[in-house]
Antibody, heavy 121, light 106 residues
Framework: QVQLQESGPGLVKPSETLSLTCTVS?????????WGWIRQPPGKSLDWIGS???????YYNPSLKSRVTISLDTSKNQFSLTLSSVTAADTAVYYC??????????????WGQGTLVTVSS | DIQMTQSPSTLSASVGDRVTITCRAS??????LAWYQQKPGKAPKLLIY???SLKSGVPSRFSGSGSGTEFTLTISSLQADDFATYYC????????FGQGTKVEIK
């Protein structure tokens, strides 16, 4: 079955760039489906960050669009998130997840276990 | 952007109770709604998509209904494993989540 695993630094300094990678096993991301990032600040709800399709088409939350880039590395079966100019408000658990075929905006299933990123000097 | 509002924020219930959680959208989203269950320290798990379609493997005590702007998640007979936080998600326009409903032991 498909499994996703996030990786990356757990601590990022303010104004720097956050970079995370999601490694997918059990399915070749080049074959299809949408691949997305969602975050959850401590004690709060979920925020969709953006999604990517194997064609390279990307879809971003308008509130984050100016700072977000999502990319694919099909040779490593990974997709990545970069978020620039981070502040304390970007402190959150970051999840990667798969969205079904058919439309860029959809439910997500399955999800990775999540990784906590703290923005602090 | 579309705002999602869940009620109640917290719900106290006992094993065996019938539980209903409501999710309201700030504009019509047709049936483009999903429900998730999240336990502390864990990732959300999909329960229902397209407002009323039960994900394979999810117990049949979970059901979803509604369309347009008002939706409900019902647990017909609450089990010990169901104490968790539940989120709705709209995906008609971009994607956004409700603030969550925590189901706790009464």
């Amino acid at each position: 079955q498909v499994q996703l695993q996030e990786s990356g630094p757990g601590l990022v300094k303010p104004s720097e760039t956050l970079s995370l990678t999601c490694t997918v096993s059990g399915y070749s991301i080049s074959r299809g489906y949408y691949w997305g990032w969602i975050r959850q600040p401590p004690g709060k709800s979920l925020d969709w960050i953006g999604s990517i399709y194997p064609s390279g088409s990307t879809y971003y939350n308008p509130s984050l669009k100016s700072r977000v880039t999502i990319s694919l590395d099909t040779s490593k079966n990974q997709f990545s998130l970069t978020l620039s100019s981070v502040t304390a408000a970007d402190t959150a658990v970051y999840y990667c997840a798969r969205g079904p075929e058919g439309a860029p905006h959809n439910w997500f299933d399955p999800w990775g276990q999540g990784t906590l990123v703290t923005v602090s000097s | 952007d579309i705002q999602m509002t869940q009620s109640p924020s917290t719900l106290s219930a006992s094993v065996g109770d019938r539980v209903t959680i409501t999710c309201r959208a700030s504009q019509s989203i047709s049936s483009w709604l999903a429900w998730y269950q999240q336990k502390p320290g864990k990732a959300p798990k999909l329960l229902i998509y397209k407002a009323s379609s039960l994900k394979s493997g999810v117990p049949s005590r979970f059901s979803g209904s509604g369309s347009g702007t008002e939706f409900t998640l019902t647990i017909s007979s609450l089990q010990a494993d169901d104490f968790a936080t539940y989120y709705c998600q709209q995906y008609k326009s971009d994607s956004s989540f409700g603030q969550g409903t925590k189901v706790e032991i009464k």
